[in-house]
Structure formats: C-alpha cells, structure tokens
C-alpha cells in the first residue's frame, strides 16, 4: 500500500513516463530543439527508474531524486501529478489537431503511428481506427502486421466501449 492520500489526483510513474515520452515524441516531430526533446526522453527514463512512486517524493515535498531535470522540468512533473495534466503536453496536442490528439489518446499509439495512421489510411477518428482494423486494412501499411492491427483494433474498441459507458 502506497502513502499517498487518495484525494490527491496523481499519476503513476508508468502514465508520467508515457507523457514525457509523448511530449518528446511530439517535438521531435515538429523539429523541436534537439536538447528539449533529449530533457523529457531522460526524465521519463528517470520516473521509470525511481524506486518508489513519483508522487510520494511530491506530496512529501522532498527534492526529485532525477538527475538533469530542472526546476522548469520539475514544475512541469509537479504539474501532472497533482492534477493529472500537463499544459505542455495540451499545448502541443493543439498544435498537432484532431484527428493526432484523439489517436494519442491510445495506448500503444505514439505520434509516429498516429501521423502515419492519418496520412497513410485516412483515419480520422478512433471510430475509423476501429474500422479500419476490422477491415483488415491496417496491416496493409509497411511494418504493420495482423497482430500490429488487431493490438490497435482491441485498444480502439476497448476506448469507445469505455466511453460509450
């Protein structure tokens, strides 16, 4: 049992990871500043490696045990723990649109997939996503395989069935 008080609303060090993954997955698409992008690839590696969650050292106040992550960096993990958001990350879904942002949304989904969904087969939803797996056309694209499609067809169902409930 973990000795985080539940009425904070925090993230596990598996989700931060996964956003600063996709924040420097995102600026490297837009041609970001190389250092910017390698700062949140190395502090998502970071949270993976902490022995305890990330949100116990916040709530705590104790200092980041992350080497190279900044006071700005360190704001922004603060940021996403306690509320569950990132003004960065939003920032950059914006920029990307609809559809990139609502396939991001998914699991198994990074910026790269989700431009090539896009560009590639016409996806412009997750409904489509779901579509398009059914129908086989996934595993149409280069280096997609039917295990590929159906991973992503299951994690499109599985997002609409949770948001239709």
Request: proline share 5%; glycine share 8%.
């Amino acid at each position: 049992m973990t000795s985080i008080d539940a009425a904070v609303p925090f993230a596990t060090n598996d989700e931060v990871a996964r956003v600063l993954f996709q924040v420097a997955a995102l600026l490297d698409l837009m041609q970001d500043n190389p250092y910017r992008v390698r700062a949140y690839r190395r502090a998502a590696l970071g949270v993976l490696c902490l022995p305890k969650p990330l949100a116990d050292y916040i709530v705590k106040d104790e200092n980041l045990p992350l080497p190279g992550v900044g006071e700005r960096m360190g704001n922004r993990l603060r940021e996403l723990v306690n509320t569950g958001h990132m003004g960065v990350y939003e920032t950059l879904l914006d920029e990307v649109g609809e559809p990139l942002a609502s396939l991001l949304a998914l699991y198994g989904i990074g910026p790269k997939t989700a431009v090539r969904l896009v560009r590639e087969l016409g996806i412009t939803s997750i409904r489509d996503l779901a579509a398009a797996a059914r129908e086989g056309r996934i595993r149409t694209l280069r280096g997609f395989g039917p295990r590929r499609e159906a991973q992503l067809g299951q994690q499109a169902e599985a997002w609409l069935a949770e948001s239709a409930a």
